[in-house]
Nanobody
Framework: QVQLVESGGGLVQPGGSLRLSCTAS????????MGWYRQAPGKERELVAA???????NYADSVKGRFTISRDNAKNTVYLQMNSLKPEDTAVYYC?????????WGQGTQVTVSS
């Protein structure tokens, strides 16, 4: 079983930046893929960005060019650098680990973009 601990959410003004962190209880090289999802009020959870064990990344069209997913294998941590934030980025952000025996989720961290 994989445990995920997220941090880094908060309140930021439009145009600002935040970095989310997700630390896994398992070594990253044993996890097929890690991803960040978000869920805004009244909306379905959606994929924001993902990174595979091999290092391939993919992003939602709405965040391309603004968000960057990366990882530090030594720290078992995946990051989501979010720049040029917009009010529509406001949501609860969840870390996901796609492990050999299923998907695991973090507790979520709130990101609010507002002036």
């Amino acid at each position: 079983q994989v445990q995920l601990v997220e941090s880094g959410g908060g309140l930021v003004q439009p145009g600002g930046s935040l970095r989310l962190s997700c630390t896994a209880s398992e070594r990253l090289f044993s996890i097929n893929a890690m991803g960040w999802y978000r869920q805004a009020p009244g909306k379905e959870r959606e994929l924001v960005a993902a990174i595979t064990r091999g290092g391939s990344t993919n992003y939602a069209d709405s965040v391309k060019g603004r968000f960057t997913i990366s990882r530090d294998n030594a720290k078992n941590t995946v990051y989501l650098q979010m720049n040029s934030l917009k009010p529509e980025d406001t949501a609860v952000y969840y870390c996901n680990a796609h492990y050999y025996n299923g998907d695991y989720w973090g507790q979520g961290t709130q990101v609010t973009v507002s002036s």
